[in-house]
């Protein structure tokens, strides 16, 4: 079946990398996103990763995927105290739905 | 366009009321889900329209549970009978057929709490 699992906490001082990981057990699928929300809020799309490829940069975002190992993750360069959030990965197996990690809660230290 | 919009933000409700929630998705995506999010977990998938057609329901769906999208455009999401078990972040997405880069884009969700 189709499992998303990720680590629940990170905490990285200001200014450094924040590294999320997220590991998953179905290969099929095609797409794979990352995902930002904050308190109260929805999520907001922050960016995905086709799955033929192994790197995507974007800004201060760096997503690798590692499909021998089915693991993704998310870097965040010069992390900032707005980049406190949790961070859900999703993957979209091409069955109609997303699937979601259970999300990683970011904290940033001052 | 303002992106997707959900109502109520809040809704406390009694144990054994009915309480209905509402979704207007971005009007150029035809395909519409609700997810349901309890604290701590991510969203788990509730079902999807494309269009007005109800394509897939969850087993998380029983009965108490029902959702319409009559025209194609907003969606109700009905919650019959609530239990405390009910009480949750219920997310609204859409997204155009042939998904791709874009994902979903997600309201701000419609927070029950079921006293």
């Known amino acids: 079946g189709e499992d998303v699992e990720q680590s629940l906490f990170l905490s990285v001082r200001e200014g450094d990398s924040s590294v999320i990981n997220c590991t998953y057990t179905?290969?099929?699928?095609?797409?794979l996103y990352w995902y930002k929300q904050e308190p109260g809020a929805g999520l907001q799309l922050l960016t995905y990763?086709?799955?033929?490829?192994d790197m995507k940069q974007d800004q201060r975002l760096t997503v690798l995927l590692n499909k021998k190992d089915k693991h993704l993750s998310l870097r965040i360069a010069d992390t900032q105290t707005g980049d406190s959030a949790i961070y859900f990965c999703?993957?979209?197996?091409?069955?109609?739905?997303?699937?979601f990690g259970t999300g990683t809660r970011l904290t940033i230290i001052p | 366009d303002t992106g997707v919009s959900q109502n109520p933000r809040h809704k406390i409700t009694k144990r054994g009321q009915n309480v209905t929630f509402r979704c207007d998705p971005i009007?150029?995506?035809?395909?519409l889900y609700w997810y349901r999010q309890t604290l701590g977990q991510g969203p788990e998938f509730l079902t999807y329209?494309?269009?007005?057609?109800?394509?897939?329901k969850s087993r998380l769906l029983s009965d108490r549970f029902s959702a319409e999208r009559p025209k194609g455009s907003f969606s109700t999401l009905e919650i019959q009978r609530t239990e405390q078990g009910d009480s949750a972040m219920y997310l609204c997405?859409?997204?155009?057929?042939?998904?791709?880069?874009?994902?979903?884009?997600f309201g701000s969700g419609t927070r029950l709490t079921v006293v």
């Open positions: 329209f494309q269009n007005e057609a109800q394509l897939e």
């Open positions: 009007s150029e995506h035809n395909r």
């Open positions: 179905d290969s099929s699928s095609t797409y």
């Open positions: 997405a859409s997204s155009p057929t042939d998904r791709g880069v874009y994902g979903y884009t």
């Open positions: 999703a993957e979209d197996f091409g069955n109609e739905k997303l699937t």
């Open positions: 990763i086709f799955s033929n490829m």
